[in-house]
């Protein structure tokens, strides 16, 4: 489900919560290893930059996205995506080029300054 957009199914799967209803338009994530949020939906929030995780069967809200500083949050912020663990040859007969796109980082995109500028970032959990 890496960076679908269904907000159909978010709603019905997180019925009730305040915060999911807030987004427009939700982007979701899922992945079984990102720290606190592991097997978590993440969803994104556009009207605050937050990215917050509901429990995929219940629906109910488990925690927003934290960083050392607090919650993360990104002016703008549109879509999520977890890598793939990606490797592409941009030539053929040359060797596969690792694109560090590891399966548990979140990569989103962003318009800040009112979708004046563009963003493409990433969250790095910190080694343990």
Same mark, same amino acid.
């Given at each position: 489900? +890496?960076?679908?957009?269904?907000? +159909?199914?978010?709603?019905?799967?997180a019925s009730g919560a305040e915060k999911l209803?807030?987004?427009?338009?939700?982007?979701?994530?899922l992945t079984a290893s990102f720290g606190t949020l592991s097997n978590a939906?993440?969803?994104?929030?556009?009207?605050?930059?937050?990215?917050?995780?509901?429990d995929p069967v219940k629906?109910?809200?488990?925690?927003?996205?934290?960083?050392?500083?607090?919650?993360f949050a990104q002016d703008g912020l549109w879509g999520i995506a977890?890598?793939?663990?990606?490797?592409?040859?941009?030539?053929?007969?040359q060797p596969a080029v690792d694109l560090h796109q590891p399966h548990n980082t979140l990569f989103f995109t962003a318009g800040p300054n009112k979708a004046a500028n563009g963003l493409y970032g990433r969250i790095d959990l910190p080694a343990m």
């Open positions: 489900m +890496d960076g679908i957009k269904d907000t +159909d199914v978010s709603r019905r799967s209803r807030q987004m427009e338009p939700p982007l979701l994530a939906l993440l969803v994104s929030n556009h009207a605050d930059g937050t990215i917050n995780g509901y629906g109910t809200f488990i925690g927003t996205l934290q960083t050392a500083t607090g919650s977890f890598g793939n663990d990606g490797m592409a040859v941009f030539q053929p007969g």
